[in-house]
T-cell receptor, first 112, second 115 residues
Framework: AQSVSQHNHHVILSEAASLELGCNYS??????LFWYVQYPGQHLQLLLK??????LVKGIKGFEAEFIKSKFSFNLRKPSVQWSDTAEYFC??????????FGSGTRLQVQP | GAVVSQHPSWVICKSGTSVKIECRSL??????MFWYRQFPKQSLMLMAT?????????EQGVEKDKFLINHASLTLSTLTVTSAHPEDSSFYIC???????????FGPGTRLTVT
């Protein structure tokens, strides 16, 4: 069965610091990958997605992610975080089955 | 973009009672909807796949007789938590996808508290 791993459970950064959140997936076939963000008290919002093509994907709010097939990774990056980026971040994968498989999430806390 | 709504957004019920949660796709038709559960500070866990006009498919460990799912139309799926207990307290989230598409659109979630 496919699985998604997020190794950073809680990340604390100062404003303007660079961010990289790790995500690894287990499925060896064709896979679609997503990053979602959940701000406190709000619902999931899609940050970015990878289906095919350019492995460097740009999303909303200055986020980007790079799909590295050889490493089964899809890490999320942002050059300079803001206090408003404080949230829970979820990596998810989708294969032939339509439901998403979510990672355990990473809580990002940005200190002003 | 596609919008999914859930109702209610927040419900408190007494142990032993049943609660119904609605999930609606507002501006698109969804033959398949998904129900997830999220415990505090944890990830989303798929509970079941709701298929319009047929029986839902439940994940291993999810009691189908306790979590009744009805997908009566292309825009509405309901999750009924029967004989709720405090351990059922959680955040329930539905998602839906456009027929034939890959991307999922998530509802805002329903927070259930069983006292």
């Amino acid at each position: 069965a496919q699985s998604v791993s997020q190794h950073n459970h809680h990340v604390i950064l100062s404003e303007a610091a660079s961010l990289e959140l790790g995500c690894n997936y287990s499925y060896g076939g064709t896979v679609n990958l997503f990053w979602y963000v959940q701000y406190p008290g709000q619902h999931l919002q899609l940050l970015l997605k990878y289906f095919s093509g350019d492995p460097l994907v740009k999303g909303i709010k200055g986020f980007e992610a790079e799909f590295i097939k050889s490493k089964f990774s899809f890490n999320l990056r942002k050059p300079s975080v803001q206090w408003s980026d404080t949230a829970e971040y979820f990596c998810a994968s989708h294969t032939g089955r339509r439901a998403l498989t979510f990672g355990s999430g990473t809580r990002l806390q940005v200190q002003p | 973009g596609a919008v999914v709504s859930q109702h209610p957004s927040w419900v408190i019920c007494k142990s032993g009672t049943s609660v119904k949660i609605e999930c609606r796709s507002l501006d698109f038709q969804a033959t398949t909807m998904f129900w997830y559960r999220q415990f505090p500070k944890q990830s989303l866990m798929l509970m079941a796949t709701s298929n319009e006009g047929s029986k839902a498919t439940y994940e291993q460990g999810v009691e189908k007789d306790k979590f009744l799912i009805n997908h009566a139309s292309l825009t509405l799926s309901t999750l009924t938590v029967t004989s709720a207990h405090p351990e059922d307290s959680s955040f329930y989230i539905c998602s839906a996808g456009v027929t034939g598409g890959v991307e999922q659109y998530f509802g805002p979630g329903t927070r259930l508290t069983v006292t």
